[in-house]
């Protein structure tokens, strides 16, 4: 294989019923960052089915260049038929790189492809970056052993270099309407005799899903909170300051709430404005998911605990008893305005 044949970096675009996904955006956020560095353009693969109008939207968010794969057999995603598609990609314009959103389509998508053009994958990454030296390779970090470390992972010897990361890691670019790309109908041979699964009927959860992703401040308890009927604090705070509740692993397995709610390694990476962490220890597995947030404040009684090494506040006291009382300031507050 001739590296130097290789250039440029490719993002997923991941769309559903004709919606971009924000991991996309955020990867493309990320991708033009190490452009910068390698001089080369980014270019958005958006694949499905009557989504050519969402190409617009993606160089407004700063692709180079979107390549638009758009057949009726791509409606609906299906593993064979996308991983056909994403091979043609690659086959024709060669990128150095390739990001994936660490969703439940592209944790599907980005193995398969990776096995086709026998190359490596570097799951869950929370950090990309190009090395320093002169042979510019693309230095995966990711959490390894449990989060008990983190592990930078580099490809020297094979194209491309492909990662997937999750949702909220990275930081998507200001929208800009006036941003100039070219956008390219990309067609391929679609091999319709492998398509062995078809898609009968489609049913959505209609249970109402919480995206603590989105929030702008996050009141989130840990297992120090104690029990369900504990939370019930956490959410009067939450209430009264217009924030979401959320939790640590141990809460969730604990069965305190839902594992939508859940934040960290396992769960979901958030980066709100505000993040309350109330009887969190401060595990890495959950610090990986938070520590991007922009003012962390930490209720724990243990005064040792790792959680105060990365907050910006720290209380040392019952996060129980400090959270009922504040929710009972938090009321008279609001009451008197």
């Given at each position: 294989m001739n590296l130097s044949d290789y250039k440029g970096i490719v993002v997923f675009a991941e769309q559903r019923d004709g919606q971009l996904q924000k991991v996309g955006i955020e990867l493309i956020g990320k991708a033009k960052e190490l452009a910068s560095k390698l001089d080369v353009p980014v270019t958005a693969a958006l694949i499905g089915s009557e989504i050519e109008g969402l190409a617009k939207e993606l160089v407004a968010y700063g692709a180079d260049k979107v390549l638009v794969i758009d057949k009726p057999e791509l409606k609906i995603y299906g593993t064979e038929a996308y991983a056909q598609a994403f091979k043609a990609i690659i086959d024709a314009k060669k990128p150095e790189i390739v990001l994936f959103g660490a969703t439940t389509i592209g944790r599907d998508l980005a193995p398969r492809v990776s096995s086709r053009m026998v190359c490596g994958l570097t799951a869950d990454c929370t950090k990309l970056e190009i090395s320093d030296d002169e042979f510019k390779r693309l230095e995966m970090t990711r959490p390894a052993f449990g989060g008990n470390l983190m592990a930078t992972i580099i490809s020297p010897n094979h194209r491309p270099q492909m990662s997937t990361v999750r949702p909220g890691v990275m930081q998507k670019l200001e929208k800009d309407d006036s941003r100039k790309g070219e956008?390219?109908?990309?067609?391929?041979?679609?091999?319709?005799?492998?398509?062995?699964?078809?898609?009968?009927?489609?049913?959505?959860?209609?249970?109402?899903?919480?995206?603590?992703?989105?929030?702008?401040?996050?009141?989130?308890?840990?297992?120090?909170?104690?029990?369900?009927?504990?939370?019930?604090?956490?959410?009067?705070?939450?209430?009264?300051?217009?924030?979401?509740?959320?939790?640590?692993?141990?809460?969730?397995?604990?069965?305190?709430?839902?594992?939508?709610?859940?934040?960290?390694?396992?769960?979901?990476?958030?980066?709100?404005?505000?993040?309350?962490?109330?009887?969190?220890?401060?595990?890495?597995?959950?610090?990986?998911?938070?520590?991007?947030?922009?003012?962390?404040?930490?209720?724990?009684?243990?005064?040792?605990?790792?959680?105060?090494?990365?907050?910006?506040?720290?209380?040392?006291?019952?996060?129980?008893?400090?959270?009922?009382?504040l929710g009972e300031e938090l009321k008279k507050i609001n009451a008197n305005k």
């Amino acid at each position: 294989m001739n590296l130097s044949d290789y250039k440029g970096i490719v993002v997923f675009a991941e769309q559903r019923d004709g919606q971009l996904q924000k991991v996309g955006i955020e990867l493309i956020g990320k991708a033009k960052e190490l452009a910068s560095k390698l001089d080369v353009p980014v270019t958005a693969a958006l694949i499905g089915s009557e989504i050519e109008g969402l190409a617009k939207e993606l160089v407004a968010y700063g692709a180079d260049k979107v390549l638009v794969i758009d057949k009726p057999e791509l409606k609906i995603y299906g593993t064979e038929a996308y991983a056909q598609a994403f091979k043609a990609i690659i086959d024709a314009k060669k990128p150095e790189i390739v990001l994936f959103g660490a969703t439940t389509i592209g944790r599907d998508l980005a193995p398969r492809v990776s096995s086709r053009m026998v190359c490596g994958l570097t799951a869950d990454c929370t950090k990309l970056e190009i090395s320093d030296d002169e042979f510019k390779r693309l230095e995966m970090t990711r959490p390894a052993f449990g989060g008990n470390l983190m592990a930078t992972i580099i490809s020297p010897n094979h194209r491309p270099q492909m990662s997937t990361v999750r949702p909220g890691v990275m930081q998507k670019l200001e929208k800009d309407d006036s941003r100039k790309g070219e956008i390219e109908k990309f067609d391929f041979n679609l091999d319709k005799s492998k398509l062995k699964v078809k898609v009968l009927e489609v049913v959505k959860e209609t249970k109402n899903k919480v995206d603590i992703s989105e929030a702008k401040i996050l009141v989130s308890g840990g297992r120090g909170i104690g029990s369900a009927e504990n939370f019930k604090n956490l959410e009067t705070v939450a209430q009264e300051i217009g924030a979401i509740v959320s939790a640590s692993r141990a809460a969730v397995d604990a069965g305190y709430i839902e594992h939508d709610r859940q934040v960290g390694q396992t769960g979901k990476t958030v980066r709100p404005d505000v993040y309350f962490a109330c009887g969190i220890s401060g595990a890495i597995q959950h610090v990986a998911g938070m520590e991007e947030s922009e003012y962390i404040v930490a209720i724990n009684k243990d005064e040792g605990a790792p959680i105060f090494d990365i907050a910006d506040l720290g209380i040392v006291g019952d996060a129980n008893k400090i959270a009922a009382l504040l929710g009972e300031e938090l009321k008279k507050i609001n009451a008197n305005k």
